[in-house]
């Protein structure tokens, strides 16, 4: 399934039009491309995977008129590698970005990757990013330097500030070298070198706005629109208009207007009968932060989350909007991950793979709801900062012997204030996420067929990408100052 005859448009791509699968018909304009991606959000914690104590209506809307995922993946659990991988379509481990970029980071994205919105704006789109970047905070880094027409939101994440709960104790003089002010940026320019709560409350109204200006003015010709929202990463902050609304607290509170901000996004395609000619993605950069308890949210019944590479971590409650192209009131549970996405809409929009080696592969059948569609890649890498620590192929995920974080079934913190993590060691593990959603039951005493052939991709994978104190031959470095 692919656009109708475009310009550019290669024997490779014609080819790939007549090998996709008949089950989806062609669709007839080069569709416009809506990504909102979630920070700290749980497998849970939306309506359309399980969500109690507030509702979700529009996003309960989304899944029933488009294809819900069951397993969707990040290439790694903390904001920035997270980020890395979703707009490259990379492994994060690639292209050289790890962990979460903060204020004293001399480092980001390189110029010599190629985003989702450079692959868009080659084709024409108006590019547009609202929300928290997390890719380098200085200006040769920022989204106006990669592909996007227009910015507004944070440079990274909203708690690297002097009021983060690891430093409330001290003097602000003292706070405020730890943590300089938090920054707001429009375009290039900060326009409030200091972040305060009140300001925060409004963040989401004001990335939804900016969406929806950005979609009505450039509602005749197509764009890319990315909205990754700063919430609902700790500390919580929500806007009068849903302050004390949910039966969650304020967690609940903050996921309720997310869900708003949604519906105005999809109103806003609807009202200028948009709504044929645009995929809407909707996604999570990791799971919930656990220590942080009521602020949380959930991953059930997934295991751990946020900071591990078990699935309460890296899988992701995913949502695909499409009237007419995807199959409504569908699941699937194919794997897919979001460096699966640059080339799946390079495939739609007729545009040019990046020079460089990528890994992510065009997932558009499974998305259609095809006919056999199966997942292109023969399994999926889970890396945490340098170590591979699990391999996906097909059902089944082998974990590697590491280290991880854990709550060890303790309660988190109360309002905003987290606790302790435990640590826990884990050996050679196999899993059938089939039968064992949880990753409870070892069984590769069972199954050392399975073992040995995931073993034999992993070593493939750490010759490419590397490993802990091993350097793998396809690694690129990160964009430095």
């Not at 007839?28 to 969500?51: K, R, S």
């Not at 996420?433 to 073993?455: F, M, S």
Request: charged share 20%; net charge negative; aromatic share 10%.
């Amino acid at each position: 399934m692919r656009p109708t005859a475009l310009p550019t448009i290669t024997l490779a791509a014609i080819l790939a039009i007549c090998t996709a699968g008949g089950a989806a018909a062609t669709p007839t304009d080069t569709p416009n491309i809506v990504l909102i991606f979630m920070d700290d959000m749980g497998y849970a914690d939306i309506g359309p995977f399980g969500a109690g104590g507030y509702e979700t209506p529009n996003l309960d809307r989304m899944a029933t008129e488009g294809r819900k995922f069951t397993d969707f993946y990040v290439t790694q659990a903390v904001c920035s590698a997270s980020r890395a991988g979703l707009l490259t379509g990379c492994y994060n481990v690639r292209v050289g970005i790890f962990g979460a970029l903060g204020p004293r980071s001399k480092h980001g994205i390189s110029a010599a990757e190629t985003t989702l919105a450079e692959i868009c704006k080659g084709r024409g789109y108006a590019t547009a990013c609202y929300g928290k970047w997390h890719l380098g905070h200085h200006r040769k880094f920022l989204p106006m330097q990669h592909g996007f027409d227009d910015y507004f939101g944070l440079p990274y994440s909203n708690d690297m500030w002097p009021h983060h709960p690891d430093i409330r104790h001290l003097p602000e003089a003292e706070r405020v070298k730890r943590w300089p002010h938090l920054p707001l940026i429009d375009g290039n320019e900060v326009v409030n070198p200091q972040v305060t709560a009140e300001d925060q409350e409004g963040l989401t109204t004001r990335y939804t706005e900016r969406a929806v200006t950005f979609i009505e003015q450039n509602k005749g010709r197509p764009f890319f629109l990315y909205l990754p929202h700063s919430m609902v990463h700790v500390p919580l902050y929500v806007s009068d208009k849903f302050k004390g609304k949910s039966g969650r607290g304020l967690f609940g509170d903050v996921m309720m207007e997310i869900d708003w901000s949604v519906g105005q996004v999809l109103d806003t395609l609807r009202k200028h009968d948009l709504e044929g000619r645009t995929l809407v993605i909707f996604t999570s950069d990791n799971g919930p932060w656990l220590s942080y308890g009521d602020h949380a949210g959930s991953a059930a019944p997934l295991r751990e989350g946020k900071g591990t590479m078990f699935e309460g971590g890296c899988r992701e409650p995913t949502l695909m909007w499409w009237p007419g192209e995807i199959p409504a009131g569908t699941s699937t549970s194919t794997p897919a991950m979001t460096i699966d996405l640059l080339p799946t809409v390079a495939g739609l929009i007729g545009a040019e793979l990046p020079a460089q080696k990528i890994d992510g592969k065009d997932i558009w059948p499974i998305i259609a709801g095809a006919e056999g569609a199966e997942s292109p890649h023969e399994a999926y890498y889970f890396y945490y900062g340098r170590q591979l620590q699990a391999v996906r192929m097909g059902d089944w995920k082998l974990h590697f012997p590491h280290r991880y974080r854990t709550m060890a079934g303790k309660p988190g913190g109360e309002g905003g204030i987290p606790t302790k993590y435990s640590h826990a060691d884990i050996g050679l593990a196999l899993f059938n996420l089939r039968t064992d959603i949880g990753e409870t039951e070892n069984v590769a005493a069972q199954h050392p067929e399975v073992v040995a052939k995931i073993q034999a991709l992993a070593e493939a994978a750490r010759e490419e990408l590397g490993d802990e104190g091993r350097k793998g031959k396809g690694v690129r470095p990160p964009g430095r100052l």
